[in-house]
Antibody
C-alpha cells in the first residue's frame, strides 16, 4: 500500500524559506506512471495546486507561485521536496503531498496526511 | 487558468436523501474531472476519477456524470458518514484547479 508522509518545520518566519519533504513508501518516485505533487490549503479555505515533479527532474508550477517555488527529488531516499521562498502570512496553510496518476485521467489517488505550516514571527 | 465553479456551496439533507452537487468548468475539459471528499482535519480522498469512474473501495452510492463543462456528483442515499466537504478538480490543463467546495451536512 502506497503511503506518503510530509515532514518539516511547522513554523517559519516571514521572508524566510519554507522547506518540506514528502517520504514515499510502497512505491517508487522514479516510476514513469506518476507525477509527485504538492497542494496546499489555507485554514478554512479551498485547495490550491502548487506544482509537481516527474522523472525526478521535470517540474511544473502554478504561475502564481512560480517565482518562489522549487520542487526537487532524491530517488535514493524515495523523497521529493518543496521549497517556497520569501514567505508571508498568506502562505500559512496545510501542505499536502500527493500522487498524480497518469494511468487514467490524472487523478490524485494517494495523499499524505498533511502538515500545517504557520508563517509568523 | 480554467475556473471550476461548484454549486451549492453548502447543503443540508436527511439520511437517505438523494444529494446532487454540480461542478462547471470555464472551458471544456472533456472527462478530466475528479471528485474528492474531505472530512475535518483529514486529507482529501479520491471518490470519482475521469468524471464517472468509481475509485476502488468507495461505496456505490457515489456516482459521477458529465463531460465537457458540466459535471455532477450524486450520493444516491445519504449516510451519516457522508458529512464532509466535496471538491471537484480538473486535470485537463495546468495549472490544475479545484472548485471552491460543497459542504454537506446531515439534518
Amino acid at each position: 500500500q502506497l503511503q506518503l508522509q510530509e515532514s518539516g518545520p511547522g513554523l517559519v518566519k516571514p521572508s524566510q524559506t519554507l522547506s518540506l519533504t514528502c517520504t514515499v513508501s510502497g512505491g517508487s518516485i522514479s516510476s514513469s506512471d506518476y507525477y509527485w505533487t504538492w497542494i496546499r490549503q489555507p485554514p478554512g479555505k479551498g485547495l490550491e495546486w502548487i506544482g509537481y515533479i516527474y522523472y525526478s527532474e521535470n517540474t511544473n508550477y502554478t504561475p502564481s507561485l512560480r517565482s518562489r517555488v522549487s520542487i526537487s527529488a532524491d530517488t535514493s531516499k524515495n523523497q521529493f521536496s518543496l521549497k517556497l521562498s520569501s514567505v508571508t502570512a498568506a502562505d500559512t496553510a496545510v501542505y499536502y503531498c500527493a500522487r498524480y496518476s497518469l494511468r487514467h485521467y490524472g487523478e490524485l489517488d494517494y495523499w499524505g496526511q498533511g502538515t500545517l505550516v504557520t508563517v509568523s514571527s | 487558468d480554467i475556473q471550476m465553479t461548484q454549486s451549492p456551496s453548502s447543503l443540508s439533507a436527511s439520511v437517505g436523501d438523494r444529494v446532487t452537487i454540480t461542478c462547471r468548468a470555464s472551458q471544456s475539459i472533456s472527462s478530466y474531472l475528479h471528485w474528492y471528499q474531505q472530512k475535518p482535519g483529514k486529507a482529501p480522498k479520491l471518490l470519482i476519477y475521469a468524471a464517472s469512474s468509481l475509485q476502488g473501495g468507495v461505496p456505490s452510492r457515489f456516482s459521477g456524470s458529465g463531460s465537457g463543462t458540466d459535471f455532477t456528483l450524486t450520493i444516491s442515499s445519504l449516510q451519516p458518514e457522508d458529512s464532509a466537504t466535496y471538491y471537484c478538480q480538473q486535470s485537463s490543463s495546468a495549472p490544475w484547479t479545484f472548485g471552491q467546495g460543497t459542504k454537506v451536512e446531515i439534518k
